[in-house]
């Protein structure tokens, strides 16, 4: 019998369809493999593979990586550092409370920040700002250089996703403000006030300039205690280096429009029994000079460089043709030594006077606390136990922002020295529970804002704060 070339003899066929030797091993060893998959062997293998990811994590975080987040980080987070008490009372309402000054964008120029990159463009770093402001996840926020385009555009929308209401209030057309956001949930507004120093009186003191600065209150009633309200207000100072004249002026109203606020609040809302008063921002003004001591360090006596830089601010003319800008500056704002008229004395005695008559004082919340949780970075240059610094821009760096609790105050009283946590909470039901860490010098490199590090040339200070009910 004859087949074509592509035929196969059955015989053929059936022999190749029986396993070889080596098949045949195969097979059996694979059987062999699934009996030996128990449901213990599988809980066996799972638990291995477990212990084998742990000891990577344990790896990486040796090594200070996080291994949940191991992609480029946006910006560094830092921790609220918990303060140390002796006891604590059992019922308190407890707020994080956040000031930050943005960096308003229509501010920035190239010349100001050389060689920060594309983190400067609005659309790198507005989702890094937002992020930021999510992870603190504060209940009250005082922001400071809000665009007013962004206010309305972004940050009223998206902080309105998270739950968030808020006022703003800025000069004029000035293309950027102030605003406090503050968490609809926990509380109600009851009253708003806008203080704008340009036109506000200052006893017989009047504005050496235009500012175009403002400050912001809110009345924040507590959704679960009706009777109580915080009052908290944020501001940004004038900014000029021989402003400090002027700065000392607008501390004032930060303070006495504070007490005239409280006072309507009373009057108009008379189930409101305890009202608690917040003020936050940037104040332009460092630990050591006449607008921060005028207001924590009471009665104020100027002297020493304090005396020395008021006085020498009284002498600078700001030129109303470029806007209160000025001319260059050729002087030096704090000069070694400064020999002053009696015109000029006599504006420095009258802005103490001023000051020493108000029945109101501040406290800052780091001042009292910072250094009982972070000692290397608390009064580095100054003796108020303030942090080193909270703006670390391309030129300068050193301490702006705070966060003040106002207090009444007899004028009968010395209060020159940094109060005590003990104070604070017995003589203001106020107990401090934490404070966000700032960076020190040696931790910082090239001026802000940074891809990776920080999106601002500010830094964001938070407090902490139970009051006690």
């Known amino acids: 019998?004859?087949?074509?070339?592509?035929?196969?003899p059955a015989a053929t066929l059936v022999e190749s369809t029986k396993p070889s030797t080596k098949e045949k091993k195969k097979l059996d060893k694979r059987k062999k493999k699934l009996s030996e998959i128990t449901p213990e062997y599988i809980a066996e293998q799972r638990r291995l593979r477990e212990l084998k990811k742990e000891q990577k994590r344990q790896e990486l975080i040796a090594?200070?990586?996080?291994?949940?987040?191991?992609?480029?980080?946006?910006?560094?987070?830092?921790?609220?550092?918990?303060?140390?008490?002796?006891?604590?009372?059992?019922?308190?309402?407890?707020?994080?409370?956040?000031?930050y000054n943005l960096l308003a964008q229509a501010l920035i120029r190239r010349s100001m920040f050389p060689n920060n990159g594309d983190i400067l463009k609005w659309n790198k770093r507005s989702p890094i700002l937002l992020d930021e402001l999510k992870h603190?996840?504060?209940?009250?926020?005082?922001?400071?250089?809000?665009?007013?385009?962004?206010?309305?555009?972004?940050?009223?929308?998206?902080?309105?996703?998270?739950?968030?209401?808020?006022?703003?209030?800025?000069?004029?057309?000035?293309n950027h403000g102030v605003c406090i956001f503050y968490k609809e949930k926990l509380f109600n507004l009851v009253d708003t006030s806008f203080i704008d120093y340009d036109r506000e009186e200052t006893g017989n003191i009047s504005p050496r300039t235009i500012t175009k600065n403002v400050g912001l209150l809110v009345g924040l009633q507590l959704k679960s205690n009706p009777d109580k309200c915080i009052v908290i207000g944020t501001t940004h100072l004038f900014w000029h280096p021989f402003g400090t004249?002027?700065?000392?002026?607008?501390?004032?109203?930060?303070?006495?429009?504070?007490?005239?606020?409280?006072?309507?609040?009373?009057?108009?809302?008379?189930?409101?029994?305890?009202?608690?008063?917040?003020?936050?921002?940037?104040?332009?003004?460092?630990?050591?000079?006449?607008?921060?001591?005028?207001?924590?360090?009471?009665?104020?006596?100027?002297?020493?460089?304090?005396?020395?830089?008021?006085?020498?601010?009284?002498?600078?003319?700001?030129?109303?043709?470029?806007?209160?800008?000025?001319?260059?500056?050729?002087?030096?704002?704090?000069?070694?030594?400064?020999?002053?008229?009696?015109?000029?004395?006599?504006?420095?005695?009258?802005?103490q006077d001023l000051h020493n008559k108000l029945p109101l004082r501040a406290i800052s919340m780091y001042s009292v606390a910072y250094k009982t949780v972070d000692e290397k970075n608390a009064g580095v240059d100054n003796?108020?136990?303030?942090?080193?610094?909270?703006?670390?821009?391309?030129?300068?760096?050193?301490?702006?922002?705070?966060?003040?609790?106002?207090?009444?105050?007899?004028?009968?009283?010395?209060?020159?020295d940094v109060d005590s946590l003990e104070q604070l909470e017995s003589e203001e039901g106020v107990?401090?529970?934490?404070?966000?860490?700032?960076?020190?010098?040696?931790?910082?490199?090239?001026?802000?804002?940074?891809?990776?590090?920080?999106?601002?040339?500010?830094?964001?200070?938070?407090?902490?704060?139970g009051f006690a009910v």
């Not at 949940?68 to 994080?96: A, F, M």
């Not at 401090?432 to 200070?461: C, F, I, T, V, W």
Request: hydrophobic content about 30%.
């Open 1 to 8: 019998m004859t087949h074509s070339c592509g035929d196969t």
């Open 63 to 99: 090594q200070g990586i996080d291994p949940d987040n191991l992609d480029p980080p946006k910006y560094i987070k830092r921790e609220l550092l918990s303060i140390p008490h002796s006891s604590i009372p059992e019922t308190t309402i407890d707020l994080k409370i956040m000031t």
């Open 136 to 174: 603190y996840d504060c209940d009250i926020m005082c922001l400071q250089e809000v665009d007013f385009i962004q206010f309305n555009n972004y940050w009223k929308v998206q902080l309105a996703k998270l739950g968030y209401l808020s006022k703003y209030y800025r000069s004029g057309d000035k």
């Open 245 to 351: 004249y002027e700065r000392t002026r607008q501390t004032y109203l930060v303070l006495s429009k504070t007490k005239e606020f409280v006072k309507r609040i009373q009057t108009l809302h008379p189930h409101i029994t305890k009202t608690w008063k917040i003020f936050a921002g940037d104040f332009n003004s460092q630990p050591f000079d006449s607008p921060y001591l005028s207001i924590t360090s009471k009665p104020i006596s100027y002297d020493n460089r304090c005396k020395r830089v008021i006085a020498c601010s009284t002498s600078f003319q700001f030129s109303k043709l470029r806007g209160g800008d000025g001319a260059e500056d050729e002087e030096d704002p704090v000069p070694e030594s400064f020999d002053a008229t009696q015109e000029q004395l006599d504006m420095v005695q009258q802005m």
């Open 383 to 416: 003796d108020r136990g303030e942090p080193f610094f909270s703006n670390w821009a391309y030129t300068w760096r050193g301490l702006l922002d705070y966060i003040f609790l106002i207090k009444d105050w007899e004028p009968t009283e010395t209060n020159k």
């Open 431 to 465: 107990i401090l529970k934490s404070l966000l860490k700032l960076p020190h010098a040696d931790e910082m490199n090239l001026g802000q804002p940074r891809e990776g590090e920080y999106p601002s040339d500010h830094l964001a200070l938070i407090a902490e704060i």
